[in-house]
T-cell receptor, first 114, second 116 residues
Framework: AQKITQTQPGMFVQEKEAVTLDCTYD???????LFWYKQPSSGEMIFLIY??????QNATEGRYSLNFQKARKSANLVISASQLGDSAMYFC???????????FGGGTRLMVKP | DGGITQSPKYLFRKEGQNVTLSCEQN?????MYWYRQDPGQGLRLIYY???????QKGDIAEGYSVSREKKESFPLTVTSAQKNPTAFYLC???????????????FGAGSRLTVL
């Protein structure tokens, strides 16, 4: 069975600095997709970025980039120039080839300090 | 605007009562999902449906039931058999694609259920 691990329960970052949120995964399937979602205190889940297992380039979306290291099975999220509004829970998730469902990690709470 | 509507946002229930959470989407998505989130934890899949009149159990289906009579609607019933139902429930939908492509799940705002 696939598994997603986020080892950082909580992190602080100074406003305007960059921060990396860790995510490791475990699967024997060669085809999979990796996602990052943001969950503000209001509760909704906001999609941030996607990386396919066969993608050659690391995904980027504005201030978000995904540091994909396939051999290490890691898919870390990098947020550049942190803003106060980035304070939220962040979840890494994986989708397998066999279905559309996402398996989520336990999340990392990011707190941005002014 | 297209999106997913979950209701109610907050719900209180006495032990032994069934309760139904509503989820409606106007995104024309084929697939719909229910996730449960406990405080400080990630999301766990309860049920999912890839097409009308068909659904499958997720990782924690015991004590829950669903129906998918219409493409737009995927209600979740939390039954009295669910031993610890107090949680945050999130509904999501997506296009249905085989493979591990980027069919992103769109989530509703969630329903918070508290059992008294």
């Amino acid at each position: 069975a696939q598994k997603i691990t986020q080892t950082q329960p909580g992190m602080f970052v100074q406003e305007k600095e960059a921060v990396t949120l860790d995510c490791t995964y475990d699967t024997s399937d060669p085809s999979y997709g990796l996602f990052w979602y943001k969950q503000p205190s209001s509760g909704e889940m906001i999609f941030l970025i996607y990386q396919g297992s066969y993608d050659q380039q690391n995904a980027t979306e504005g201030r978000y980039s995904l540091n994909f290291q396939k051999a290490r099975k890691s898919a870390n999220l990098v947020i550049s120039a942190s803003q106060l509004g980035d304070s939220a829970m962040y979840f890494c998730a994986m989708k397998m080839n066999a279905g559309n469902m996402l398996t989520f990690g336990g999340g990392t709470r990011l707190m941005v300090k002014p | 605007d297209g999106g997913i509507t979950q209701s109610p946002k907050y719900l209180f229930r006495k032990e032994g009562q069934n309760v139904t959470l509503s989820c409606e989407q106007n995104l024309n998505h084929d697939a719909m999902y229910w996730y449960r989130q406990d405080p400080g934890q990630g999301l766990r899949l309860i049920y999912y449906s890839q097409i009308v009149n068909d659904f499958q159990k997720g990782d924690i289906a015991e004590g829950y039931s669903v129906s998918r009579e219409k493409k737009e609607s995927f209600p979740l019933t939390v039954t009295s058999a669910q031993k610890n139902p107090t949680a945050f429930y999130l509904c999501a939908s997506s296009t249905y694609e085989t493979g591990a492509g980027a069919n992103v799940l769109t989530f509703g705002a969630g329903s918070r259920l508290t059992v008294l």
